[in-house]
């Protein structure tokens, strides 16, 4: 089987003292698509997939590239580039924030616009859903897991907003055990989910063993071009 590392980003800084945990200097992203590049990788959109009928039409050295939470910075400086490498990404949305800030974890980075998102070339960023209210579904009723959704929903129908139905849970975090999963995993279905998308630092290989437990390598701000080179291969080890 095919092997499908999906990679997660998050804030883009141009400080390198800023470059430590969820955000990256702009200078080491340039550096990780420098080297998709040279070793002739391919980023996909999920809506890709639905067009590969088996793994002998998978596409060698393919993979998708994630930023969660929309943040202006990414449209800033992460946009220009995937443009400029030809590399495609997924940006997933908190719908609630769009045009805000990321008030969940009680910080102060703008949140793109509607407009923003709307300027975005399709054929370049694929948008896809990370919750209305950034709720951890973990800890949230089922009633409400269906509430975020209808809003999610009214969100994208008000503001004419053209996003695929994959879903990257917020903190990574979604119910794992017993009735509560198996009460999300319908809540997915009923919801007409394509993809979710957890974290679990581990490669994929294609096609997905469960298309709602797809699993993207944690990119942090302070690992170097080495680490990256890594885990893009392997995963998360436990030397790092």
């Not at 999920?46 to 993979?63: G, N, R, T, W, Y």
Request: with cysteine; hydrophobic share 35%.
């Amino acid at each position: 089987m095919p092997k499908l590392p999906v990679l997660m980003y998050h804030s883009v800084t141009t400080s390198s003292n800023e470059s430590v945990g969820l955000t990256i200097d702009v200078k080491k992203f340039e550096d990780h698509l420098q080297y998709l590049k040279s070793k002739n990788y391919r980023a996909l959109h999920f809506k890709d997939l639905e067009q590969i009928k088996s793994a002998k039409e998978f596409p060698e050295k393919s993979v998708i590239i994630t930023f969660d939470d929309v943040y202006v910075n990414q449209l800033e400086l992460a946009v220009p580039l995937l443009e400029k490498y030809g590399f495609k990404a997924s940006f997933y949305i908190p719908f609630k924030y769009v045009g805000k800030t990321n008030t969940w974890d009680e910080g102060k980075k703008p949140i793109m616009s509607v407009a923003q998102l709307k300027s975005l070339n399709p054929e370049v960023i694929e948008l896809g859903l990370h919750s209305f209210s950034h709720g951890n579904y973990k800890d949230m009723p089922l009633d409400k897991i269906r509430t975020d959704f209808e809003q999610s929903k009214t969100f994208i129908k008000n503001n004419d907003l053209n996003v695929s139905s994959v879903l990257a849970y917020p903190y990574g975090k979604y119910p794992k055990k017993g009735d509560a999963k198996n009460s999300f995993l319908e809540c997915l279905d009923e919801n007409n989910i394509t993809y979710g998308l957890r974290i679990g630092n581990r490669v994929n290989k294609f096609p997905f063993k469960n298309n709602y437990e797809v699993q993207r390598i944690d990119i942090k701000g302070e690992d170097s071009l080495s680490k990256f080179k890594l885990k893009l291969r392997y995963g998360k080890l436990k030397l790092f």
